[in-house]
């Protein structure tokens, strides 16, 4: 199934690309969700956004299951205009709310290509996206690393120690409806079928907490982009 954005979806903004220097640079962010069928095992997602032709590109995304409980999705697989794009972590859940699963592609192409996802069991996704330029070019868990995650109640916070020139996004699912977020906002969504998701960065280094008012039932999961 191939959907049309759906709301709370910010453009990405474009500073001027870095490559290959000693730090990650922001490329582009974006956010896709709809109150769509929870019943499908597969789904497109496309103008999330449109990643540059900078160099060292580096594709984080984050996937979450909001229509239906913890684990009725499994085994997710996730590409980017074709091209498989590998897991680095999850499922993230407290055992109640949807989960979270975290996929990451060194040199994407370029352009306002399209996510395709495919799982096993009846879910409904979502997706949050952000490209950098700049990245280590291994792939896998050396570029996408420092991979965090919590699950509680109260405000929806996940910690990680960023290096000095890396950039950590982070996925939120929750049992209330976000409103604001404590970092730099990729978006938002509230009228998924069971939970709310959100996404979210910073390029602050050191010890950062990466949250998303208000308080809830909530799992969240973050992973930093190695520079390169």
């Known amino acids: 199934m191939l959907f049309s954005p759906g709301l709370y979806l910010p453009m990405g903004k474009r500073p001027t690309a870095a490559g290959g220097g000693s730090s990650v640079s922001f490329d582009a962010a974006g956010f896709y969700s709809s109150a769509g069928n929870a019943s499908v095992t597969s789904q497109g997602f496309s103008g999330v956004l449109t990643v540059g032709s900078g160099s060292h ?24 205009n ?61 570029t996408f690393h420092n991979v965090t995650s919590a699950a509680a109640t109260g405000v929806p916070t ?38 709310a998701i959100a996404a979210n960065y910073t390029t602050s280094t050191g010890s950062q907490s990466l949250l998303y008012n208000p308080s809830g039932n909530y799992a969240a999961a973050s992973a930093c982009i190695k520079a390169g």
């Open 57 to 80: 590109r580096a594709l984080l995304a984050f996937l979450f299951f909001a229509g239906n409980n913890a684990g009725a999705a499994s085994s997710p697989a996730l590409t980017w």
């Open 82 to 142: 074709g091209t498989s794009m590998t897991s680095i972590g999850g499922p993230f859940s407290n055992s109640t709310v949807g989960d979270i699963y975290i996929f990451g592609l060194v040199n994407p192409a370029s352009g306002a290509n399209t996510f395709n996802a495919t799982w096993t069991g009846n879910a409904q996704g979502g997706i949050a996206a952000i490209s950098v330029t700049g990245a280590d070019q291994t792939g896998g868990a050396t």
């Open 158 to 195: 996940v910690t990680s120690t960023v290096p000095a020139g890396e950039i950590v996004a982070a996925g939120f699912i929750s049992s209330n409806n976000f409103s604001t977020q404590g970092n730099t906002d990729i978006g938002h969504n509230n009228t998924n079928g069971l939970w």
